[in-house]
């Protein structure tokens, strides 16, 4: 998701007003969740002079107790253990980190009642979820609705995150869409074209993709969900084999099988129209 | 070695050079030389990724996130109270004297 992430600074925060309780010292919010160091006092969102993700320069000093809870104390050196002793060389930042960081504060906002704040979090992460969405279903409408769910789901069962939203609203939308999957037993999916912006020169390029378009569609409709997931994964959301083992909870080995077969599928079923 | 298993062989070295360009390990350069004369599947490939490519720049569409608060509850749920402890739940036993 590194790619589509936006910076939170980027985003217009509708609901302007500072919460005083959090000037200074992150502790507890409402949902009694402990959070990593604030690395600065909790700036308005709205500010432009001190983005939520700026490097984290100032932090106040982590204790133990708190790197556990955010999932730290095992993983990679952060920013924040960088923040201890400040006058230690500057190490390895891990956006990952600095990503868990920032939500964690902009979930706690919201469930302080900054409803509106929840919007840092849609422009975030909807884009990479819709091509998840769409990617495995088909259809940008269904793909819409799952988003629309998601996030609602998402917003209803907010205090019960316990390390990365990325990582759990990620599951949230790849059950929907297996569930959609499993309950709409289609033959074939075709996209809307009138809503494909066209990027294709010449009239009989455009025919040529949009029928590769179709019948790629076509052809993942055929593989069984979990083959497809692995394929739309990699090849259009563009992740690395790690990365989709963290998000799935399953081994690389297992997800590069996956990612292999669907491609000798996908193969056999549009060799004959496209290869050479 | 039979012919049957050359061409197992080379088919086998040449499935093995396509995915290693697909995951990015290998070359398109090595992929083509291990696939069959002509390497329709390379080509098949190029196109297929430049059309995953294309889906890759897809955005959600426009008036999601306000339509997305415009439908969330008023507010999320509050957590649960956390669970005791398993050393709190467990009855105590006085020990035998």
Same mark, same amino acid.
């Given at each position: ?88 060389? =500057? ?127 076509? =052809? ?9 997931? =692995? ?46 | ?97």
């Amino acid at each position: 998701m590194g790619d589509d992430l936006l910076p939170l600074t980027a985003c217009p925060d509708p609901d302007p007003d500072p919460d005083p309780e959090r000037s200074e010292g992150e502790g507890k919010g409402k949902g009694g969740r402990v959070h990593p160091p604030s690395p600065v006092p909790l700036p308005a969102l709205n500010s432009t002079h001190v983005p939520i993700d700026e490097p984290m320069s100032e932090a106040q000093p982590a204790s133990k107790h708190d790197r556990q809870v955010a999932g730290l104390s095992g993983g990679p050196k952060t920013n924040y253990a960088s923040a201890v002793k400040n006058t230690a060389p =500057a190490e390895p930042v891990d956006p990952k980190a600095d990503q868990l960081a920032a939500d964690l504060l902009v979930i706690d906002r919201v469930l302080a009642g900054h409803r509106n704040d929840f919007g840092l979090l849609i422009n975030r992460y909807s884009d990479a979820l819709y091509r998840h969405a769409l990617g495995m279903t088909g259809s940008p409408d269904v793909a819409e609705d799952i988003l629309q769910m998601s996030f609602i789901k998402a917003y209803q069962h907010l205090s019960e995150v316990r390390g990365r939203f990325d990582a759990w609203v990620f599951r949230i939308v790849a059950n929907a869409c297996k569930d959609w999957l499993k309950n709409i037993r289609r033959t074939h999916l075709s996209y809307d074209e009138d809503d494909q912006a066209s990027s294709f020169n010449t009239p009989e390029e455009e025919l040529d993709r949009s029928e590769l378009r179709t019948d790629l569609d076509k =052809a993942l409709a055929t593989l069984p969900a979990s083959l497809r997931e =692995a394929f739309i994964m990699k090849h259009v959301e563009g992740r690395s084999y790690e990365e989709m083992a963290d998000l799935l909870g399953t081994t690389v080995g297992a997800l590069k099988m996956r990612v292999h077969r669907a491609r000798e599928a996908l193969q056999v079923l549009l060799e004959e129209k496209y290869a050479g | 070695m039979m012919r049957d298993e050359r061409d197992d062989q080379v088919v086998r070295r040449g499935t093995y050079a396509l995915h290693a360009w697909l995951d990015g390990d290998g070359s398109e350069w090595a992929a083509r030389r291990a696939a069959a004369p002509g390497a329709r599947e390379v080509e098949l490939w190029k196109r297929v990724e430049a059309e995953a490519a294309r889906r890759r720049s897809e955005h959600a569409p426009e008036g999601l996130r306000a339509r997305i608060l415009a439908a969330l509850p008023a507010e999320p749920s509050q957590p649960a109270p956390p669970r005791p402890r398993e050393s709190s739940r467990r009855s105590k036993r006085l020990p035998r004297s």
